[in-house]
């Protein structure tokens, strides 16, 4: 077997894994309230004025763990089991939510470069499969195809990792806010540590699948040269 494909397999069950923990983590923090009854939503808020952000909007958005935050729109967008909750995980996801918008607020280069990339990934995610799968029907007589499918898939990889610190950014800034504006007890921010950091490791994961899926179609492109 091919070692990148059994790291595809690797990758896609500790993926599994890994998500089914988040989902566990965030349910029980979900059950834990927050000091005062702070919702996700007053969270966010809090969070953006003492950055000295106003003109940032908090909104909901539907789905479960939809949580994200639009730089062209300037809304941190929360999620419904999020935005009106009142729990410790919601909390944490609120505030990470709003470490995207102080990360564009100064600046932040690696956000800078992944806002540059969506419309490019956003293309090439789209058609990479088909373009591949074309690719290799062709291969013989048309490998120009095969390696644009390729380089669409690299264009994914590159933007799985400049996630990475982005994404940890991110939780860093919300912890540390969570724990310096003093909203949250040493033994509460243990459940906000707990929920972000298995949060960030679906972007790990992503990434690293990313990485293999890369090296898969390299190697296949290798052995049928």
Known sequence: MNVSYFLIIVIAVVGMVVQARLQSVFRKYSRVAFPGGFTGKDVAEKMLRDHGIYDVKVVATRGHLTDHYNPSTRTVNLSESVYASASIAAAAVAAHECGHAVQHAMGYAPLRLRSALVPIIQ??????????????????????????????????ALFSIVTLPVEYNASNRALAWLENSGVLAPEQMRGATVSLRWAARTYL??????????????????DND
């Open 123 to 156: 293309f090439s995610s789209s058609l990479s499969t088909w373009v591949i799968i074309l690719g290799i029907v062709l291969l013989n007589s048309f490998p120009a195809i095969f390696w644009v499918g390729i380089a669409m898939i690299a264009a994914s």
């Open 205 to 222: 994961v992503a990434a690293l699948s990313a990485i293999a899926t890369l090296l898969y179609y390299l190697g296949f492109a290798r």
